[in-house]
């Protein structure tokens, strides 16, 4: 079996990359386990010092690596070159902070001594898409190192390369021969790994089908895992909304990573009052966007990260249109050089209950516009839905968007008056079939270690 790397622009095969076979993976987990062993006793000290190196090395390598996303799913270089800065901002997040998340917290009791530890599982297996190929690793190689746990990696399939230059990254930054590896393998073969005794947990991200499946196969062996899954994130614009701001902000996060983000803004819920200039003004932001080859400068989206995603995105364009959807941008297949998986930014308005695109995600440059009657209607539509990953609200009333922030929108993370976003400081996740557990933060870097009571009488 072998794994491809195809250019996104022009469908040409970049490099093919032979897989694992089933005895290379039984020994890369043992490996991995046996690093473990040592990796575990030591100190945070010096667990912080190879994060910071390799923090070093990521942004001393950071146009390298853009170019290497761009070849491989698209990604535009200015864009990448920030997802590798921040892949280095988590590094130090926790090289600055693990060790005061992870320290013993005393907890008075009738023992003389008594206190909750904070001590490493082992091995830990993440299954991560391509979205984002360098930061959803990093968002778990980084607090997983430092809590002393070692790393297994199956990556998407379309990005072997990046699989493998992460590990690399590990290797150079003075990290112990096997403390983080890559798995070379397809889907198929996860279940084995999943299954072997010396993997202790699971951390996916990627669509709720595959976490369903992973879930219930760890669920099986009673593993822990942390799953982050799709969204069909709600954005709610109040008549008393800034709406240039507004309008920007929807705009930018629509076509983050060319709309292939679980929180990218998908469902614009707008006010009566506010709708027809607020998609006036949203129309043009979206129309600003410069789609092109994501090696040239000034370019905003690349292509879809494949021709299949980009058909089948096209598909669910043209089946809302159908269910009684309009169409006021987009919609179509652009001509640009290569035109592999390029798609242009949509817009669908009237929306409604009912149409596919009310419930479904859509991943890719297409948004949805629905109206609301006022700001509880526009509430529960946010609400009706089986995922709950990321939500926003946008009015000029500070105390107002809190609060509906804080205890009415059925999210995971809500934001007021700004697009939502990762942040190494923040806990990252979803509710309902958007998934469970955190990561980032002290929250993420506790999810994954034992938590354990020592009492001395």
């Known amino acids: 079996m072998s794994i491809q790397a195809i250019n996104p622009v022009n469908g040409k095969v970049i ?21 473990w062993l040592s990796w575990r006793e030591t100190t945070f000290a010096q667990r912080a010092g190879m994060l910071k190196k390799l923090a070093e090395n990521l942004r001393s390598r950071k146009d390298e690596l853009a170019a290497l996303m761009a070849k491989e799913m698209g990604k535009p270089l200015k864009d990448g070159v920030a997802e590798i800065e921040k892949c280095a901002s988590v590094c130090d997040y926790y090289a600055e902070n693990g060790a ?39 968002r778990f190689l980084a607090p997983g190192l430092m809590a002393g746990n070692c790393g297994l990696l199956k990556h998407a399939s379309n990005v072997p390369g990046c699989a493998l230059v992460i590990e690399d990254l590990v290797k150079t930054s003075g990290f112990p021969p096997h403390v983080f590896q890559t798995l070379m393998i397809g889907s198929k ?23 369903i499946k992973v879930a219930q196969q760890a669920g099986s062996l009673i593993k822990k895992t942390v799953l982050e899954l799709g969204g069909n994130d709600p954005y709610i614009v109040l008549a008393d909304a800034d709406l240039e701001k507004a309008a920007q902000a929807c705009a930018s996060s629509r076509l983050i990573n060319n709309g292939q983000s679980c929180v990218a803004a998908k469902r614009f819920i707008l006010v009566k009052s506010i709708e027809k200039e607020f998609t ?24 879809m990260a494949r021709a299949d995603l980009r058909d089948e995105l096209h598909e669910q364009v043209l089946s809302n249109i159908k269910a009684g959807a309009k169409c006021i941008l987009g919609g179509t297949i652009p001509a640009v050089k290569g035109n592999h998986a390029f798609y242009t930014p949509t817009i669908l308005t009237g929306v409604k209950k009912g149409m596919p695109a009310y419930s479904e995600e859509i991943f890719g440059p297409v948004a949805l516009i629905i109206s609301a009657r006022d700001t509880e209607q526009a509430i529960s539509i946010a609400n009706d839905t089986s995922f709950g990953l990321g939500a926003a609200v946008f009015t000029q009333d500070g105390s107002l968007g809190e609060e509906i922030a804080r205890t009415q929108l059925q999210a995971g993370c809500c934001f007021v008056n700004s697009l939502v976003k ?21 929250f993420g870097i506790h999810e994954f270690v034992n938590i354990k009571t020592v009492y001395v009488g």
């Open 15 to 35: 490099k093919t990359y032979k897989a694992d076979t089933e005895q290379a993976v039984t020994r890369k987990v043992e490996q991995t386990h046996k690093a």
């Open 100 to 138: 005061a998340f992870l320290a013993d917290k005393p907890i008075k009791t009738d023992a003389s001594k008594s206190y909750a530890s904070f001590q490493p599982i082992g091995v830990v297996l993440a299954i991560m898409p391509w979205n984002f190929p360098f930061w959803q690793v990093f």
């Open 189 to 211: 073969a996860v279940q084995n790994v999943i299954a072997h005794p010396l993997v202790k947990a699971v951390t996916l991200t990627g669509s709720t089908e595959a976490g």
């Open 280 to 303: 006036r003004l949203f129309k043009e932001k979206m129309m600003q966007k410069k789609t092109g080859d994501p090696f040239e400068t000034g370019i905003d989206l690349g292509p």
């Open 422 to 442: 990762s942040d190494p400081r923040l806990p990252f996740g979803g509710v309902n079939q958007s998934g469970y557990g955190r990561e980032l933060s002290e």
